[in-house]
């Protein structure tokens, strides 16, 4: 079967330092933060009071959105997705298909868990349920809080009719969505996917992390401060909510309808540890880690020495150090020699299920604009991170360099992994 080449044509973004795929490159050259302290957090007692948001309140939803969408729907996660999804898809060159099905074009779009954003500001459905009055709930309950929302409503819009699909794989779902896609056009069953994923934000939502422990408690009163990756002093990670969306199609549909090209995917993988070997739910298996970027490497023909920059998972948390130790192992280069390492993590914290797809959006805009964005908060790098690396591969301002290849990888809860390679578009 032949295989065909998948090019980038779309991007769209809500993150939380900027919504829109401009404002979005701009904060990631100047280094801008969207976490900020929120008192919500603080009247419930959570140990972690900061988080990072989307500003609804930056845009007008109306200019973006059909009226009824706009004015209706109340999850944030669906919010994120619609913003984020529609910019991509115009930003292809592409318009909303009002009239007819698009048969040739199709979606993968992930989410994390929308019932927890759903009912954040309405009583939760247990109290009208219980009490004999379920007709509170409200006739959007469904359509809002399944997995699938984000895609359903987001296709009400655009009107394709090839596969629709939502994932829901913990933090590698962004980076899975989009693989998925690739796989998916590159053995030519459509022209085009919509690839992404959302996450909504909120105490439903961070609450439970923050039981967890695994969330930043120290820097409340520095919310800028709070999100470090590979710094000494990463002691959890910052919540946030966002959404990206990258329209991939094959490389000959792109060429006939001479769309711009923002980069082309090679190859990927996903696999998962088992949680065995030190995998658990929380906890990588680093031999899966290691075979999950060797074999995208593999898949994409490239060699690890071809590797300009990683953009990683990087949580700010203490597998920071070991993240570093199985990139060093898979791609067999370390001290000097090895790549330029970052995450927007810094900026806008980590927004779980939507990671993967805000974060693919930084890789591809830093491979299209030749630039590599900066890490805020590691002034002082972490000893384990600097016995394997040289520091200054770990860039701490905005570096106008030239970028041909990336790879770009996540890591989730249920010891999941997924791992793709971007280049620079050539004939």
Known sequence: MEKHRVVITGLGVAAANAIGVDNYEKA??????????????????????????????????????????????????????????????????????????????????????????????????????????????????????MNSGAAAYLNSILGLGNRIQSNSSACITGSEAVLMGYEYLSSGKADRMICGSTEGDGRYIWAGFDAMRVLCSNSNDNPEFGSRPMSDSSSGFVPSGGSGALVLETLECAKARGAKIYGEILGGHVNSGGQRNGGTMTAANPDAVIDCITRAIKNAGISPEEIDLINGHLTSTKGDPAEIRNWVKALGRSGEDFPLINTPKSMIGHSVAGAGSVELVASVLQLHKDFVHANLNVENIHPEILSEIFGGCIPTSCQSREVNTVIKANFAFGDLNCALVLRKYKE
């Open 28 to 145: 990631l050259r100047e280094g801008k933060s969207g976490i900020k302290y929120l008192e919500e957090l603080e009247k419930i007692n959570l140990k972690c009071q900061i988080g990072g948001a989307p500003d609804l309140n930056s845009v007008n939803l109306g200019d973006h959105l059909p009226r009824m969408l706009a004015e209706k729907i109340t999850n944030k996660g669906i919010l994120y997705a619609l913003l984020s999804g529609v910019e991509a898809w115009k930003d292809a060159g592409l318009e909303p298909n009002t009239v007819r099905t698009d048969f040739d074009s199709g979606m993968i779009f992930g989410a994390g868990d929308l019932s927890f954003d759903s009912f954040i500001n309405r009583d939760f459905p247990a109290y009208p349920i219980d009490k004999g009055d379920s007709r509170k709930l409200g006739s959007r309950t469904i359509s809002e809080c």
